[in-house]
């Protein structure tokens, strides 16, 4: 993932407006920051990530020293991200289920791989995350509901 700090954000010019910065944040930096977010299995940890990255970038667009004791509503709030506007977690989540729904529809090997749970026994430790289980847990439906519905793209749709 790459870290906004590499990102040039537009808050040095004061004469560009706060809609002008939003719109190229909404363009430029979140999908880059967001890229190949499809294939990652999320964890609490990169979460937080992703959610510290976003404030970070709201932060330097509207000059908040990290020193000022602001809550990260109050600069929701500033920005004028509305209640329907989704957040870099929230998108990363539907490009995810949007792409799954993509891979369900199709025949070939994509499809086969994602519903493979493989042979043989696995590593001591902790059992890895697998994307199918990230699937389930998002979306709350079986294999079988998550085949019926991938199929009528519009349901897909309407889900994710």
Same mark, same amino acid.
């Given at each position: 993932?790459?870290?906004?700090?590499?990102?040039? =954000?537009?808050?040095?010019?004061?004469?560009?407006?706060?809609?002008?910065? =939003?719109?190229?944040?909404n363009?430029?930096?979140?999908p880059?920051?967001?890229?190949?977010?499809?294939? %990652?299995?999320?964890?609490?940890?990169? /979460?937080?990530?992703?959610?510290?990255?976003?404030?970070?970038?709201?932060? $330097?667009?509207?000059?908040?020293? %990290?020193?000022?004791? $602001?809550?990260?509503?109050?600069?929701?709030?500033?920005?004028?991200?509305?209640?329907?506007?989704?957040?870099?977690?929230?998108?990363?989540?539907?490009?995810?289920?949007?792409?799954?729904?993509?891979?369900?529809?199709?025949?070939?090997?994509?499809?086969?791989?994602?519903?493979?749970?493989?042979?043989?026994?696995?590593?001591?430790? $902790? =059992?890895?995350?697998?994307?199918m289980? /990230?699937?389930?847990?998002?979306?709350?439906?079986?294999?079988?509901?998550?085949?019926?519905s991938?199929?009528? $793209?519009?349901l897909?749709?309407?889900?994710?």
């Amino acid at each position: 993932m790459l870290w906004p700090r590499l990102i040039y =954000t537009p808050r040095h010019d004061k004469h560009v407006s706060l809609q002008t910065k =939003t719109r190229i944040a909404n363009a430029l930096i979140f999908p880059v920051i967001l890229y190949g977010c499809e294939t %990652w299995t999320r964890s609490i940890a990169m /979460e937080k990530k992703i959610d510290a990255s976003e404030m970070w970038i709201w932060r $330097r667009m509207l000059r908040v020293s %990290w020193t000022e004791k $602001r809550t990260n509503e109050s600069i929701l709030r500033a920005i004028g991200r509305a209640r329907g506007d989704l957040s870099l977690r929230q998108r990363a989540a539907k490009q995810k289920m949007m792409f799954f729904g993509h891979v369900m529809r199709a025949d070939g090997m994509e499809k086969d791989m994602m519903m493979d749970c493989g042979e043989g026994r696995r590593k001591r430790g $902790r =059992t890895r995350k697998r994307k199918m289980e /990230e699937v389930h847990t998002m979306s709350g439906m079986s294999l079988e509901e998550l085949r019926d519905s991938t199929e009528d $793209r519009d349901l897909w749709r309407t889900l994710t």
